[in-house]
């Protein structure tokens, strides 16, 4: 498959106070395909969303590399970049101007990127972005206070898409909704994945939702990836101790349902997931992944202290 966006040896650090730093990415090195939904899952403070950020270039990475169609990104004026790479954040309300009628908040990238000849192809264009997420062409002419919360995040979805950018970088886009709109809004994703061959990063906590819309998986802890693969390998049989955590915790509808296995918190690799604050001056560890079977990566260092390379 083609490498659309490649991670390698990325960091991105927070200074704090006393010298030290607050590693929210801290060595990450992973690819996405061209075409996949690649999903993020983790603990809230274990780096999704500044990883998201990063890639998008809403952050400025501290270390490492971020490629582009095999190219830097730094290569790219930020201008073209993020006409290519468009993000929908978790919280709509928070990310739509108020001030801004729907018509002109779709249309702000269109405006940008001088991709309407005149105003009547803009408002066409607008128009037609709307019912492609399942709103009415009236609806550009309100304000967003005027809308639920569902359909609020399908015009953050709208406005990403009308700059017909190659990646979705979407920063937990249900995670605020209704369990019925969240499947919707996850419906509409998976459609438009199919319909323009997108690429998306799906960060999100929800592992049921994950596992119905991912092509892989990748568990993040700590500002690393400790566990990569499909879902039928990451959630049918996971390998890292974090991950076996996160799974065992997703309620199952069965009043006589008991779970038998029991997960060790005490060792470790699991303490406090909220980020990971070192000296400044602390010589980095290299953690990697390695492929534990055929597609199915685990972080080294977990294995070699498992012995189980």
């Not at 607008?126 to 009415?136: D, H, K, M, P, Q």
């Not at 898409?161 to 995670?175: G, H, K, M, Q, R």
């Not at 690393?224 to 879902?231: H, N, S």
């Not at 006589?256 to 560890?285: A, Q, W």
């Amino acid at each position: 498959m083609e490498k659309i966006i490649e991670m390698k040896n990325l960091k991105k650090y927070f200074p704090m106070k006393k010298k030290t730093v607050l590693k929210a990415v801290d060595n990450v090195t992973m690819d996405i395909y061209k075409g996949e939904i690649l999903s993020l899952v983790g603990e809230s403070g274990s780096g999704k969303t500044t990883l998201g950020r990063t890639i998008s270039r809403l952050y400025k990475k501290t270390n490492g590399e971020i490629l582009y169609n095999g190219k830097p990104v730094e290569d790219y004026t930020l201008k073209d970049f993020t006409k290519e790479i468009q993000m929908i954040f978790q919280d709509p309300q928070a990310s739509l101007n108020p001030r801004m009628t729907v018509g002109d908040i779709v249309a702000e990238g269109i405006d940008i990127h001088k991709l309407a000849s005149s105003k009547q192809e803009r408002m066409e264009k607008v128009y037609s972005l709307l019912e492609l997420v399942g709103l009415n062409r009236e609806h550009a002419s309100r304000f967003p206070h005027e809308f639920s919360g569902g359909q609020r995040q399908r015009i953050g979805i709208a406005r990403a898409l009308a700059v017909n950018p190659s990646v979705l970088v979407c920063d937990e886009p249900i995670s605020a909704l209704d369990v019925s709109i969240q499947a919707q809004v996850v419906n509409l994703l998976k459609d438009l994945q199919k319909e323009r061959n997108l690429t998306m990063l799906f960060i999100a906590h929800d592992l049921s939702m994950v596992k119905y819309i991912s092509d892989r998986v990748a568990v993040m802890y700590r500002g690393k990836v400790v566990e990569l693969g499909t879902p039928h390998a990451v959630y049918g049989d996971p390998v890292h101790s974090y991950t076996k955590s996160l799974i065992s915790a997703v309620p199952i509808a069965d009043p006589d349902y008991k779970k038998t296995e029991t997960i060790d918190m005490d060792e470790s690799y699991l303490r406090s997931p909220i980020g990971n604050v070192t000296e400044i001056n602390e010589v980095p560890s290299e953690p990697e992944l390695t492929e534990y079977r055929p597609g199915h990566f685990v972080e080294t260092a977990f294995l070699r202290e498992k012995n189980l390379i």
